[in-house]
Each structure stands twice: as structure tokens, then as C-alpha cells.
């Protein structure tokens, strides 16, 4: 179902209340999400991005109640990942010569994935589309987050259509960000920020302040994921400095797995002499098998420093935790100090092994760690708490 948003411009997506993850399993979407596309009708009509695959039969039909396809005068596909560019085949089989504006990243990834020869415009950053009394001006955004991504601003409206930036996996029939719960929106928010643009922060700050300076006034920015940031909507675009800007908050977040709760009983030692020592300090511990891997990566991505805790097994690592630090190792946090520990019954590489790619993700690794033998007792229990006390005065 359309929603109108301004005299001209028109939501045409698709809220997706049952997705569950995204990008495969990689991402959880406890929330839902959506994929939003917009259609502005002034002397020409554009339709700027469409939605996953899934739905492409039905964004089409939806569309066609909206308006008679032929009518529309230009596609703009700012960026092309599935979830944008999933419902372009179905349209273009309607409409194959409407010219499609992208960048030329972004005619490249179109090719690879649908293999057609459609009518390709490639903009560069500066390049405008005059359609009517408004004009529509294009900024390259590359690795913001794929090589192809771009922006339009629609002048009159005063409307960024941002893209993935500043989007949320959030599914809302409310639209805009004030109508909407603002703790679950800013959790989204974040949680999308640490899982998908960790890594290109330098180019989050660089994009930010050159569309800054064209001093451009923004009443609206339309994202292709999640609200409308319509209430003071540049308060995104300050959260995005904050987070780009090697973020981080006065919090110690301790992640373990464990077989027989020797490495949870080390995780709870270090915590309570964290915590006796500063209780200033927020300190959160997660079970890398039990809770959400991606929540865990918020988590990590809100910490100055981290502690990661493994048993050895078959002389390696468990397989959480494997995976947690190739996910960290690939998100390229910034600034951030980081332990091992861990429980062991005779060879125990694991505190070693973690504490290496704890190095090669990036991570300034403050201590060699610590490992206990089985079971902690009494005496091992009090040399865990004072492993946490001596741990928040190396943090200093
Ligand atoms: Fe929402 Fe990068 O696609």
C-alpha cells in the first residue's frame, strides 16, 4: 500500500514484518525491516528504487494501482544490492526501455546480477536530473556500503534519499521517526551502524561532511531501510559523526563460550573484580552460543574494551567464538583493547590462539590472558577477581 509523504513524492515499498535475517543468516532482523522506494511525480516521474525479490510481483502490481507504468519517465537504482534492485527484472519486463540512473559501479553490478542490457545512465557526483519544478542532484557514496551506493537530493522537497545510510532494519507502519518507539528505533539504528558500516567509517565522516558542505537545507532524508527521519532529521547524520568517530562508550563487555561452566565461572570472576574496582563501568557479559552474534558485535562495537573467553578444544577454539572473531576481524573496530581468557584441561592453546586474532582484528591486546585448569576453586576464583581489578587499572 502507497503512502504519500510530500505533494510530490509517494512510498511505494514494502514493509517486511516477518524477516527474520538478512544478508542470509548473517544478520538478525528481530524487528523486521523494509525496503522502501519512492515514486516523485512532477513534470517527469522517477521511481527511485524498488524492493527484494521476494516481493517483486507484488511491488509491481502495488505499483501499477499507484500509476500506469509507461508514465514513468526515469529509474534512479541508488544502490543495487537485491533488496533494492530485487523487483527491477519484473518492472522492466514492463517498461524495458525507461532509462535506469545509477553510477557505473552500479550499471556493472546490475549486469552481473540480472545479465540485461537495460537503458544504463551513469552519474557521477554533481550530475542533476531537471524534472520539473524540482531538481534531482546525484552524490556518489561509494562504499557507503557497496562500491555502486549513491544519494539523490531532490531539491524543493528538500528530500536525501539517503539509501542504506542512516537506515534501520525496522519494520513500521508508522514511517516517520516520530511516530515510532525511539529506544528501538536508536537500537536498530546502532546495531545496523556496527554490523554494516563499522568498517567504512572513514568514509561515512569524509561523505558526511562533503554533502555538509554543499549546505543543502534537508527537511526530509528518506532511507531505503526502516523511518523517514523527518523530526530534526540531521540528528542521524550527528549520530553517524559520533559513531564514525572510533565510537565508543565506558562500557567492558565480556563474550565466553563454555562447555561445562568453568570458562562462565572465569567470566563472572573477572566481572565482579571489574566492577568492585570501578562501578563506573558498565559491564555486560554474553554467551557467544546462547545470545544473538549480531547484538553481541553492538555490543563490542559500544566498548572500550572487550574480554573473550574460550576453553580449548581439539587443541582450537569453539566454534562461536571462531566465528565471532573473523566477524570482528572483518568489521575493523578501531581503538579498542581486548583479553583472553579461558578454562583448559591439559593442552590449552585457546587463550593463545584468541588472543592472536584478537591482534589481527585490530584489537590492542593488554595482557597474555589467563587460563585456569579446570574448575576454579576458592584460591583460583579470588586470582580471577583480582585478574579484573588489575585489568581496569592496565585500562587506566
Ligand atoms: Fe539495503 Fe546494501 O542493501
Not at 534492485?85 to 517498461?95: F, K, N, P, Q, Y
Not at 587463550?351 to 591482534?359: F, G, R
Request: hydrophobic share 35%; with cysteine; proline share 3%.
Amino acid at each position: 500500500m502507497s503512502k504519500k509523504i510530500t505533494d510530490k513524492v509517494t512510498w511505494v515499498g514494502k514493509v517486511d514484518w516477518e524477516l527474520t535475517t538478512f544478508h542470509g543468516h548473517e544478520y538478525s532482523t528481530f524487528k523486521g525491516s523494509s525496503y522502501n522506494s519512492y515514486l516523485i511525480r512532477d513534470e517527469k516521474t522517477v521511481l527511485i528504487d524498488t524492493v527484494w525479490v521476494p516481493y517483486d510481483k507484488e511491488f509491481v502490481s502495488n505499483l501499477k494501482k499507484e500509476i500506469d507504468l509507461k508514465q514513468i519517465d526515469y529509474i534512479i537504482a541508488n544502490h543495487n544490492e537485491v533488496d533494492h534492485s530485487g523487483a527491477l527484472a519484473e518492472l522492466m519486463r514492463e517498461i524495458p526501455d525507461t532509462p535506469i540512473y545509477c553510477t557505473a559501479n552500479g550499471a556493472k553490478i546490475l549486469k552481473g546480477h540480472y545479465h540485461q542490457d537495460w537503458n544504463f545512465v551513469t552519474v557521477k557526483t554533481g550530475d542533476t536530473l531537471d524534472i520539473g519544478s524540482s531538481t534531482l542532484t546525484f552524490v556518489e557514496a561509494p562504499m557507503l556500503h557497496w562500491p555502486d551506493s549513491m544519494m539523490t537530493y531532490m531539491s524543493g522537497d528538500n528530500i536525501l534519499f539517503s539509501n542504506d545510510a542512516f537506515g534501520q532494519h525496522y519494520a513500521t507502519e508508522s514511517l516517520y521517526n516520530d511516530k515510532v518507539d525511539n529506544c528501538e528505533l536508536f537500537q536498530e539504528a546502532i546495531k545496523y551502524y556496527a554490523n554494516i558500516l563499522t568498517p567504512f567509517s572513514r568514509f561515512v565522516t569524509k561523505k558526511i561532511e562533503e554533502v555538509l558542505s554543499f549546505n543543502l537545507p534537508v527537511d526530509l532524508i528518506c532511507t531505503s531501510h526502516g523511518v523517514i527521519w523527518k523530526d530534526n532529521p540531521t540528528q542521524i547524520i550527528e549520530k553517524y559523526l559520533e559513531w564514525a568517530n572510533n565510537y565508543q562508550e565506558n562500557q567492558i563487555t565480556i563474550i565466553y563460550d563454555t562447555m561445562w561452566n568453568s570458562t562462565r565461572k572465569m567470566a563472572e570472576a573477572i566481572a565482579s573484580g571489574i566492577t568492585k574496582t570501578d562501578p563506573s563501568v558498565t559491564v555486560k557479559l554474553y554467551n557467544a552460543s546462547l545470545d544473538d552474534k549480531n547484538d553481541i558485535i553492538t555490543e563490542i562495537f559500544k566498548s572500550k574494551a572487550i574480554l573473550m573467553g574460550c576453553p580449548t578444544i581439539n587443541n582450537g577454539l569453539l566454534h562461536s567464538i571462531g566465528g565471532l572473531l573473523e566477524m570482528i576481524k572483518g568489521l575493523k573496530f578501531k581503538n579498542k583493547k581486548a583479553a583472553a581468557f579461558g578454562s583448559y584441561g591439559w593442552s590449552g592453546e585457546s587463550v593463545k590462539q584468541v588472543t592472536e586474532k584478537l591482534k589481527e582484528a585490530g584489537f590492542e591486546v593488554i595482557n597474555d590472558g589467563i587460563r585456569t585448569l579446570w574448575v576454579p576453586d576458592a584460591d583460583e576464583t579470588t586470582k580471577l577477581i583480582d585478574y579484573g581489578v588489575s585489568l581496569v587499572r592496565q585500562l587506566g
